[in-house]
């Protein structure tokens, strides 16, 4: 049962337009959302992360999103660049294991040029 | 600072073979995860180390899995035997403490079990 789902495997851009991924949670007690990059042949690292007690943080080009309400995020990525090209990972913790991040499936993001 | 080092980078072997794969963490960082990554189920925890000491290891698919981590700089995740759904690739990550500090991936091991 996956608490963490990312529903689009894959999306494209256009160089300049908005990126906007998506992730659904069904854990309430999930206070703390992060996403995380990857590019081929690397390991994910570390892109931006909200808190429960926010709805919105950003770090420049990058926004996320967080309605919790509907137990959903988003990450927003404005200008999209050819480098942003990557698969986006979006992970939750909280609860009784805050070490733990459960992750979605992750979303393919293709900027074209 | 070299990061999280992972080998072998790729590993091809033969079912019911036994495979290790290796971990070295960030210097000074406590807390240490392994990760299998599918397409089905994206990036999962098989197993959580805190100061060398297993904490939580409910992610372990199996028997046939084991982890070790003997000192603050060496992990190794063992498969015996291998079985071909063992095919994916493993991450192991660190991070500084516990809690909800930031972890930083090693660049895998992608294990194909023939």
């Known amino acids: 049962d996956q608490q963490v789902k990312q529903n689009s495997p894959s999306l494209s851009v256009q160089e300049g337009r908005i990126s906007i991924l998506n992730c659904d949670y069904t854990?309430?007690?999930?206070?703390?959302f992060l996403w995380y990059k990857k590019y081929p042949a690397e390991g994910p690292t570390f892109l931006i992360s909200?808190?429960?007690?926010?709805d919105k943080n950003e770090d420049g080009r990058f926004t996320v999103f967080l309605n919790k309400s509907a137990k959903h995020l988003s990450l927003h990525i404005v200008p999209s660049q050819p480098g942003d090209s990557a698969v986006y990972f979006c992970?939750?913790?909280?609860?009784?294991?805050?070490?733990?991040?459960?992750f979605g499936t992750g979303t393919r993001l293709k900027v074209l040029a | 600072d070299a990061g999280v080092i992972q080998s072998p980078r790729h590993e091809v072997t033969e079912m019911g073979q036994e495979v290790t794969l290796r971990c070295k963490p960030i210097?000074?960082?406590?807390?240490l995860f392994w990760y299998r990554q599918t397409m089905m189920r994206g990036l999962e925890l098989l197993i959580y180390?805190?100061?060398?000491?297993?904490?939580?290891d409910s992610g372990m698919p199996e028997d046939r899995f084991s982890a070790k981590m003997p000192n603050a700089s060496f992990s190794t995740l063992k498969i015996q035997p291998s079985e071909p759904r063992d095919s994916a690739v493993y991450f192991c990550?660190?991070?500084?403490?516990?809690?909800?500090?930031?972890?930083?991936f090693g660049p895998g091991t992608r294990l194909t079990v023939l």
């Open positions: 990550a660190s991070s500084l403490g516990q809690g909800l500090d930031t972890q930083y």
């Open positions: 854990n309430s007690m999930f206070d703390y």
């Open positions: 210097s000074g960082h406590n807390s």
């Open positions: 992970a939750a913790s909280g609860g009784s294991g805050t070490y733990k991040y459960i």
């Open positions: 180390f805190n100061n060398n000491v297993p904490i939580d």
């Open positions: 909200i808190s429960s007690i926010k």
